[in-house]
């Protein structure tokens, strides 16, 4: 019997080892750690992996997540400094970085973190205009992350991002901001159609400006060729009209009786081309212009006559001259409507 007891005894002392081992013996998960308490008293801090305590006078205080976490901000009144009322609501992100300061320097975090942010938000946003309010929301979410992580920073979290997730006026100020957004536009349309206006008369103009300067570089060039063409034929004038001088004072009468047909025939050919002209009167006779055009002919003879007459044919020819056109000198001018003598 003795032996039989010894066994219980020995059974219940392994028994109990192992009860004492188990109990001192404990496994943290990735992402957590546990604050370790001896009476009461905080002591250490347990990392991730086996850890070892003493059973019945340690026990696990606080079991922290040291991840990052996220925790979402109710929606809320906020009234700006312009006296607008908005709801805003946001999200805060932090995360433990000293378990024991977040388990015994602050009762219930959570709770404190959401008070803190939603405190701050009505801070900041109440010391900022509307307009100010809806387009600079990266200089609330900077100020919030700043006053917050600081005021935060004893209980041994770091607020790692506040973000203000939607910022709602009341309807009557959207539709007034509507219209407002609307007159600013159609102010920058009339504003652009203004400008495209002002900006299309100007290339007209300047289109205009340059027409003209081409137009009268033109009339330049063609009036100095004009007056080049008039010098020109001038100059030739003169020079034939020197030349029927030397020749008449050659003593060489066809060379006037050349020229006196050929102003003849320029003003019967501009009487004939007169537009209001439909009947011609001819005060004189058609012979007149047909012996002139004899005279010419006969210039003609002697100018490109046979190469092969000898020069003192030629100037028989020209001392000839006047007799023949003597006989053929146009007769005196009569009424072209009278009845030609007999005979001719």
Do not use: C, H
Not at 91 to 105: C, D, G, T
Not at 174 to 190: N, T
């Amino acid at each position: 019997m003795d032996f039989a007891g010894l066994d219980i005894v020995v059974i219940a002392l392994v028994v109990l080892v192992i009860l004492i081992l188990f109990a001192g013996i404990k496994t943290i998960p990735q992402g957590y750690q546990y604050t370790v308490e001896r009476f009461g008293r905080y002591t250490r801090t347990l990392q991730p992996g086996l850890n070892l305590i003493i059973p019945f006078i340690d026990r696990i205080g606080a079991k922290m997540n040291v991840m990052e976490q996220v925790l979402d901000i109710p929606t809320q009144e906020v009234i700006t400094r312009d006296n607008a009322s908005v709801a805003a609501d946001g999200v805060a992100f932090y995360q433990v970085l000293n378990p024991a300061q977040a388990a015994y320097q602050v009762a219930n975090l959570e709770n404190a973190i959401l008070n803190l942010t939603m405190t701050n938000i009505r801070s900041v946003m109440g010391s900022m205009d509307l307009d100010e309010l809806l387009s600079n929301r990266d200089v609330i979410n900077d100020k919030l992350l700043r006053v917050v992580d600081e005021a935060a920073n004893p209980w041994g979290i770091k607020i790692t991002r506040v973000e203000i997730k939607d910022i709602a006026p009341p309807k009557d100020l959207v539709d007034s901001m509507g219209r407002q957004m609307k007159a600013e536009r159609e102010k920058r349309a009339q504003v652009l159609e203004a400008e495209g206006a002002r900006n299309a008369q100007i290339l007209r103009a300047e289109g205009a400006k340059q027409s003209a300067i081409l137009e009268a570089e033109g009339q330049r060039e063609a009036a100095f060729r004009d007056a080049e063409a008039r010098e020109r034929l001038a100059e030739a004038e003169a020079k034939a009209t020197k030349m029927v001088s030397e020749a008449i004072a050659a003593g060489d009468v066809q060379a006037i009786n050349y020229f006196i047909a050929q102003k003849y025939t320029e003003a019967m050919a501009a009487i004939g081309k007169a537009p209001n002209s439909k009947i011609v009167l001819m005060p004189m006779e058609a012979s007149s212009l047909i012996g002139s055009l004899g005279g010419i002919g006969a210039i003609a003879k002697e100018v490109f006559g046979d190469g092969s007459a000898p020069a003192g044919n030629a100037q028989r020819i020209r001392q000839s001259t006047p007799a023949t056109t003597t006989t053929a000198a146009t007769p005196a001018f009569r009424n072209p409507f009278d009845t030609p003598p007999q005979g001719s």
